[in-house]
């Protein structure tokens, strides 16, 4: 898959940028590209212009030596594209992207939409050593630094796309094949030698700055950091709605397509 690409600070941001009306931009989740948000792209684009790309060190961005902030790259990339304010849509670490953005450039940002997000400067508790969760990363870890991407795929799918309370057997086996695809790709990417420069004050204490309306979305099956972050961002954003999606994960937009396309629709349309 390749569409474009944009000189930014360094490098060649690689995105896509479809359909015609008010401006959506989708980013995606650090265990996937631009790939992502495939299923979204015919709904979204019957009445939207649609944004999407990859972050450095992911897809086909490139991420060469020097400094850098997420945030920047999606204003520059907004900038080239001659987009002064659009919805932003995030997952994972694409919504703690979404979220630097729209605090540092609140005016920018219509509408906001945070898909199991993360969020700079929450403080996530330490594992136990014989916790699950933990065991489930340290094998992960353990089998990509050893070269072995197939089987750190499949646990990081598990992980991440089953959730902890489910087997594979228990999802859609397309949709468990699309995300093992996704994460897989993702594992095969030099993330590159750039320095990400960190937002201060931290994000989290900054939050009473967004000002566009922010749909707030979790996967009943996902992390309980991914809710209890769910619940600093709802507590600290002005205007919100906070929705649990049942029966999905950390990628309920590929899991739960329609319901989530419907979802996010109506939100953007409210």
Same mark, same amino acid.
């Given at each position: 898959m390749q569409y474009q690409f944009a000189e930014i600070n360094g490098t060649q941001i690689h995105y896509d940028d479809q359909g015609a009306g008010t401006a959506v931009v989708f980013i995606?989740?650090?265990?996937a590209n631009l790939g992502m948000w495939d299923e979204q792209m015919a709904a979204f684009t019957e009445r939207h212009r649609v944004v999407?790309?990859?972050?450095?060190?992911?897809?086909?961005?490139?991420?060469? @030596?020097?400094?850098?902030?997420?945030?920047?790259?999606?204003?520059?990339?907004?900038?080239?594209l001659g987009i002064e304010q659009a919805a932003v849509v995030g997952c994972s670490i694409g919504g703690q992207t979404a979220v630097e953005f729209a605090v540092t450039h609140p005016e920018r940002v219509s509408k906001?939409?945070?898909?199991?997000s993360g969020l700079g400067g929450y403080q996530y508790p330490d594992l136990l050593p014989d916790d699950p969760l933990?065991?489930?990363?340290q094998a992960a870890e353990e089998a990509a630094n050893r070269g072995d991407l197939d089987t750190a795929a499949e646990l990081e799918t598990h992980l991440w796309f %089953?959730?902890?309370?489910?087997? @594979?057997?228990?999802?859609?086996? %397309?949709?468990?094949a699309r995300a093992y695809g996704l994460v897989r790709a993702a594992l095969g990417v030099a993330k590159g030698e750039g320095q990400r420069l960190p937002v201060e004050p931290p994000p989290i204490e900054q939050l009473g700055n967004i000002t566009a309306p922010t749909?707030?979305?979790?996967?009943?099956?996902?992390?309980?950091?991914?809710? %209890?972050v769910a619940k600093a961002l709802a507590a600290g954003i002005g205007d919100t709605r906070r929705v649990t999606m049942a029966d999905?994960?950390?990628? @309920?937009?590929?899991?739960k397509t329609a319901e989530f396309n419907q979802l996010?629709? %109506?939100?953007?349309?409210a």
């Open positions: 995606h989740a650090g265990i999407r790309y990859d972050m450095r060190g992911w897809g086909q961005t490139a991420n060469p @030596p020097g400094s850098f902030s997420d945030h920047d790259d999606l204003r520059q990339l907004l900038d080239q906001l939409v945070l898909v199991c933990m065991n489930l990363f %089953d959730g902890l309370n489910r087997q @594979p057997a228990q999802v859609a086996p %397309d949709k468990r749909l707030i979305i979790v996967g009943a099956e996902d992390l309980p950091d991914t809710v %209890d999905t994960a950390h990628l @309920p937009n590929i899991e996010v629709l %109506d939100f953007l349309e």
